[in-house]
């Protein structure tokens, strides 16, 4: 599968923004979503994730509550919602899809998108 990331931006901090990532193939539904961010200097760190039938959500403790992962199986995309963001969110925000079945906070995901850059302002 093949994803594309975009919706990134600069906004001001308590803004909002809402970044897409669409994907290639008739398998989108089969796979589980998940959103990863990197700072310069830091590792790459899980944001969200969503199960397959989009029942199911995870968030890293850093954005409960502000950020919200969903998905459109129909138009095999799916999104992440920024509310009340921080400037320590600023970030390349990448899309991945099928975890490690141990841990799908790892960055061992199969499938990677091109990154979209998150700037926000204080």
């Known amino acids: 599968v093949q994803l594309q990331a975009s919706g990134g931006g600069l906004v001001q901090a308590g803004g909002s923004l809402r970044l897409s990532c669409a994907a290639s193939?008739?398998?989108?539904?089969?796979?589980?979503m998940g959103w990863f961010r990197q700072s310069p200097g830091k590792e790459r760190e899980f944001v969200a994730a969503?199960?397959?039938?989009?029942?199911?959500?995870y968030y890293a403790d850093s954005v409960k509550g502000r950020f919200t992962i969903s998905r459109d199986n129909a138009q095999n995309t799916v999104y992440l919602q920024m509310n009340s963001l921080k400037p320590e969110d600023t970030a390349v925000y990448y899309c991945?899809?099928?975890?490690?079945?141990?841990?799908?906070?790892?960055?061992?995901?199969?499938?990677w998108g091109r990154g979209t850059q998150v700037t926000v302002s204080s």
């Open positions: 193939g008739r398998t989108f539904n089969s796979y589980d």
């Open positions: 991945a899809a099928n975890p490690p079945p141990y841990d799908l906070k790892s960055p061992l995901w199969d499938y």
């Open positions: 969503i199960r397959r039938s989009g029942g199911v959500t």
